[in-house]
């Protein structure tokens, strides 16, 4: 189990609600053996528009800010981001930890999170 300092401000449900991926973050591929998919929505985005993940196309006008933000999912495959269990990266990992998943690759998730929003983040004033 992870030491690291991690209080995530937002579940995965508010995170989509307020636009984070544009609306396209699922809407990538489904992956190949990759057997938690459909039981991440049936446990955390049951209730949630699909409209908010699962476009192919990202919407600068379902972000909050109403920018783009991220960068595109064949990037972050080519500079091997994901950890083959979880191959959509590190919000399908948020949400199976946010589901009680604990992992191996949680401290290096969880320091991804602190780079970003942690106590020193650099967007911790923006969120």
């Not at 690291?4 to 995965?12: G, T």
């Not at 946010?98 to 923006?126: A, L, M, S, V, Y």
């Amino acid at each position: 189990m992870s030491k690291l300092e991690f209080y995530p401000m937002l579940s995965p449900t508010k995170m989509l609600e307020e636009g984070v991926f544009g609306g396209s973050y699922f809407g990538v591929e489904v992956l190949e053996g990759d057997y938690d998919y459909q039981s991440l929505f049936q446990e955390t985005l049951s209730n949630v528009s699909s409209h908010l993940y699962l476009g192919n196309k990202y919407k600068p006008s379902n972000n909050k800010f109403k920018i783009r933000s991220g960068m595109p999912y064949d990037y972050w495959k080519e500079m091997n981001w994901m950890h083959e269990d979880d191959p959509y990266g590190w919000f399908e990992w948020y949400i199976k930890y946010f589901n009680g998943r604990r992992h191996p690759d949680d401290d290096r998730q969880i320091r991804r999170w602190q780079d970003f929003c942690g106590r020193n983040g650099r967007w911790k004033e923006n969120i």
